[in-house]
């Protein structure tokens, strides 16, 4: 089960950390990633980790704003979001991928097996 959080109403140039908080054994190795969707738009890839050995891989559209990072011990993702735009309004959901593919392939989120429900960021002055 992946349960997201920390989404909010925030400014432009503020920042927000999301929580994917992941239970069960069957996550226990799973890759892991972060995708959006605005309203009217289809989904799209933000950030993927490997839950072993932490490599990370980023949208061009968040590299240098955006940090996934994950903490094996309390079975969470996170992801930082810096210098927040209107752009970056959207739903945000977890994901799980359950056996190993090639980094860029976790860009695509018909590689993943679990969703999480989606928490809401909305960026606006």
């Known amino acids: 089960q992946l349960q997201a959080s920390g989404g909010g109403l925030v400014q432009p140039g503020s920042s927000l950390r999301l929580s994917c908080a992941v239970s069960g054994r069957t996550f226990s190795s799973a890759d892991m990633g972060w995708f959006r969707q605005a309203p009217g738009k289809e989904r799209e890839f933000v950030a993927a980790i490997r839950w072993s050995g932490g490599d990370t891989y980023y949208a061009d559209s968040v590299k240098g704003r955006f940090t996934i990072s994950r903490d094996r011990a309390k079975n969470t993702v996170h992801l930082q979001m810096n210098n927040l735009q209107p752009k970056d309004t959207a739903v945000y959901y977890c994901a799980a991928r359950m056996g ?17 429900q989606g928490t809401q960021v909305t960026v606006s002055s």
């Open 100 to 116: 190993r593919i090639v980094m860029s392939a976790l860009g695509m989120d018909e590689y993943y097996d679990y969703w999480g």
